[in-house]
C-alpha cells in the first residue's frame, strides 16, 4: 500500500516508511508482521 501511495505522498510533500513489526502473545507465539505507515510532517505520526 506504502508503494500505491507513495507517488502520491511525495507530491503532497509527504514521506512514507514501511516498518515490520513481530507481535508476540504470553504463549509465545509470533504474528504475521503489521505494517506501519509513519507520516513525515512536523511530528511523526502512526496511521
Do not use: W
Amino acid at each position: 500500500m506504502c508503494g500505491i501511495l507513495k507517488g502520491v505522498l511525495n507530491a503532497s510533500g509527504f514521506t512514507c516508511q514501511v516498518s515490520y513489526q513481530f507481535k508476540t502473545d504470553e504463549r509465545g507465539v509470533s504474528y504475521y508482521p503489521h505494517t506501519v505507515f509513519i507520516l513525515s510532517f512536523e511530528d511523526a505520526r502512526d496511521l
